[in-house]
């Protein structure tokens, strides 16, 4: 800027109002909008006025003025940042990129410009611009007071006051009389008056300040006009409802050339009171927390200092009222006030057992006496897991007068010990616990319970290695004692046994051994099976021989049923209801339950006539001795077990080496006979068959008792007890002490014996009429009762284990060997049927196998026919079906040998007439005469030379449609093989049937799809050629429209340039429509292609589209196809890949090929975004898209075209996905022919 292009300004001192004026209005900026910029130093000639302004990031504020030599900096804030601006005065119309100048309205030229520097160029809001044109007026105005050599154009002053009233700080101008002349709209919205008021003259300036602000007010006054500027004070004033606002005002002397005035700037001081408001409520906040902090640290480090001492002082210490002793005195010395005290529950008691120094004797002794359990606040600390405390705290209902002494307490429960502990910290008197009292208290409280827990550890651990060292001792004796004892002898040595050493580890004493047991006069009792060493009294062991009641000998009981030992340091005689003198003597008891394989056996018990307190020791020799006597008997008995089961195995072995493969059924009952006999010795067995509802005898063994033989040949009734029970059970049942004459059989006398015809054995072995033990095991074959084995014995009264076993053995395998002469017999029926099944089928097939499927389906029928006669005596075979209510005869092989016959059928018959028709057709099922019954059918002597039938429904597709009837010249009893041959032809017969109906159809079918098909091409081709022209018509004319017309509307240029980028798509749909047509319309014959050659010229096709990416080929075979449409199948496949990548990484496409049979197999695999396997059916359907257009380009239509092309060469497309990953497409192609 020259001088010479403006006109001059007197170089007049600047007003002192201007820099007061400058400092004002950067304080009424509002923070929110924009960063924070504070104005820290002092303006040059006025005291400093921080506050914020709307310019983020703003150096200074100046005012320069025009002069006759340029720019001289005349005010700038802050004063430090006056050095840098010398530098950026410009010399012409150009000012730096950070520094923005604003001219001072109200002059032309302008009365001076302000400049504000940036630390770099940005964008001014339209927030920022308002605040610097209200801060460009203010200084203006403060700029009038300096005489001017002319005043301003009307049209200036008009644009002046314009900006007055946009001003958002109040600003209010008056004369010397105090009469306002001139208010913006911010001064009166901030007072609640309206322009009205003030043109009305209802506003006063003296009349809105209160009284007491009226002296300071004149005192503003005066200074402004001598100095220019009373400077900033604060003040209320009244507003229209006359509420007092807290308002900033700051007087500006001003006078032009006719009178002088005061311009007031008023600020509203409500939000700057209320976030000084705020400011000292965070403050006092912050100093409570920090007060609150302090307290809370002392109170933790006095805890911490607690448990440290009681840690001290414990050490290794394990005796637990050493423990509470060392924690009474640890809180008592931290918390003077209080009172320490530490109770054992015993008895329904807390009974104290420590308390700290403090604590009267004469209280601690009232208090050993104890507390009643119930005590509520002990009730409450035991039920909680954590310090119960209260501020109040009495003893309850307790009549203790210590109980009463502490008016607060702490109580925290030790119940994981036992007997449970309670730690009580009391004071007297009512006493609130401070947050350190409850963290101390906590601290120890917790350390005590640790420490208690420990020392209970150590003394189980004590405790466990006596036992552990007892129960050794006791297993090594034991071990000893029955090194020499065999297995297999009797299970009461093994008792006796333990009970001897079980006498050796413990002092002099007896032990018996009991086993509950029922008696028919007495009930149940306790049975006594065992003893050594004895009672000292005749009269108890009279009591004890003779069986001690179940029910009533508790001492015995209570561990039967609880499974767990019972001691008695103590012995109550009253438990087992025995008087004094018969159980004097006897003084400490323990009975222990003996478990064998999981299962309370009986009760090993050791008494001593001396009273004696059962030591862990002692318990554990006796429970070690218990535990292994049940352990060696249940190996004993598994061994007696092994031995049967495998006495039954090799009697099961027997049996099957003497039946080998023998079917008939008493062949193999004979054998089940001998096995048993010669396995058990001299036994009577017999074998039943269930017939008429009685078990008959079919088998038995010699010396069978005469009578009762000739009872089981007549039958034994199926309600027979022992049978009955034996067939419900459907397992072998075996009966002690049993009879025939209890049975209701005839009873057996010793007159002779019956049997096989086998020599008879002895009547002293076998010829006994009572039997001493029985056995019956029922046969099922189908699920239907098939047989019967029974068994008896005169030489005992029960079966002993290993016979049970062998009985078991021998009887299940007779009922294997039953099973599968019912399978062989069964299966021979079968392979019967099965072979005429088959002879019948190939007959059929061939008879069958040139026959044309669409020739008339009843050529069909007669070679079905032709198969039945071949297979069956001579006759003839008719086909029927019904028409109007008439048979007709639609095929016939043979003669029927009666010409009047002949005619009749001819003619066709009556349909209710001929029931060996009708009954089939409506029953759906085959009907077979062996002697035809002339009667059937009404025919009457046509019919005589018929002697047997067989009608057939003939069904297809679920429907009869007639019937075959097949008639004999001889009657012919139908076989199970017959009736198989004749069903399985004619089932073959609907199926052909069947088959021939759906090859017509499916013919009929594909004709019509392959003239649709060619329909559909050819529409789509010329549908598609023809739709070019009218496009490119639309396209043509709407371009040459817009020339035609100069049209300078964006809007009709974006109007057409959407009707050409349609038509353009639509054109590339129809073309690429065109081209999916083509691909069978226009196809050529296969040849052989070079594969190789095709890909190379794809690739250099899409090089622009391939971009940073590449293509990497492998060996690729020739194949025999359409080269042209080879060309396009790659470039679709390898184009898509090339499309579908992702932006992070350059497109990578594999192709490769491997052959598989006549086929080559490719593959083409690329790196791009993948498709989710949902989706993997939906690609190949044209123009199906899986994205938007705007995201990736193209019709949908090339992997439709892509299949469509293999599907023509005969092979097949599919793929392979991840999304992210990228895809694979494989596709198979005929090889090159050679």
Known sequence: MMAGNRPMLPDAPLPPSLPVVLAQLVRAGRPGEAAWVTLQAALRGTAAQSGAAYLPGAHGVSSNRFNGEGWRLAAVAPENASSGWPDIMPAEDKWPADTLALPLPGADPPLGVLAFRFPEEQPVTAQERAFLQTLALACALACRGTPLPETLPETQAARFDRLVEASPIGIAVGDLGGQLIQV???????????????????IDWAHLTPPEYLPGDAAAFERAFQQGSSGFYEKEMLTRQGERLPVGVNLVRYHDTQAQYVVGYVQDLRPQRAHERSLRAYSSSLEQQLQQGSELLAQHVLAQDAFVAFVEATGTETDPLMLARRAAEVLHGT???????YFELEGGLWKARVGSPDVPDSALKELQRGLPQ???????????????????WSGGASPLEAAHIYGAAALL??????PPGLLVVGTRGPHAWTDGERATVRGVGRSLGLALERAAATQRLEWQNTELEARTRALEGFTELTRDLALDGDVYALIRRAQELAQSLLPQGFAVYYEPEHDPLRGRLWRLKSQVGSVGNPDLQALLDAGLPFEDTQNLLIPWRSRQPYYQDAYDARQDNLGSD?????????TIPMRVAGQVRGIFAFGLNQGRHWRRADKAVLESVAGSLGSAIERVEKTRRLEAERAGLDAFARFTEAVADETDVYALARRAVDVLRATLGPVSVAYFDLEGGHWRAKVCSPGLPRALWDGFQRGVPVQTPSFARAAEARQTLFVSDWAPGREGLAEAAGEGTSGDGAAQDSAADDGAAEYGAAAFHPYFVHGESRGLLALGTAHAVSWTEREQAIIRATSRSLGLALERSAAAQHLRQQNAELAARTRALEAFAELTRDIDFQSDPYALINRAQQVMLSLTPPGYADYFEVQGGVWHSKARTGERRNPQLQATVDAGLPYDTLNTLRVPYETRQPTYQDTYDQRSDSLGEQVQQVGATAALPVRVDGDVHGVLALGLFEAHTWSASDRAVLETVVRALELALE?????????????????????LEQFAYVASHDLQEPLRTVTSFTQLLLRRLDVTDPRAERYAQFITEGTGRMSRLIQDLLEFSRVATQGREPTRVNTARVLEQVVHDLSVQLGPGRVQVGELPDVQADGTQMRQLFQNLIGNALKFTLPERPALVQVSARREGHLIEFRVQDNGIGIAPEHFGRIFTI?????????YEGSGIGLSIARRIVERHGGTLWLDSLPGQGTTFFFTLPEAKV
């Open 374 to 392: 119930d005590t509520r606040s002990f009730a409450v600390a035991l039920g909680s897991p954590e310090v119960v405390f209260t501020d109040t």
């Open 184 to 202: 913006n709209d911010a001064y009166l919205s901030m007072l609640d008056f309206t322009r009205a008021d003030f043109e009305a003259g209802r």
């Open 413 to 418: 429960a030790l119940s994981r010990r036992d």
């Open 335 to 341: 918390l003077p006030q209080t009172s320490v005290m």
């Open 582 to 590: 018969t159980v004097g003597q006897l003084q400490s008891t323990a």
């Open 995 to 1015: 088959g021939a109906r759906g090859v017509m159809a499916l013919r009929r079918r594909t004709q019509e799809l392959e003239r649709s098909n060619q329909e």
């Open 1183 to 1191: 123009f199906q898209r899986l994205h938007h257009r705007g995201e």
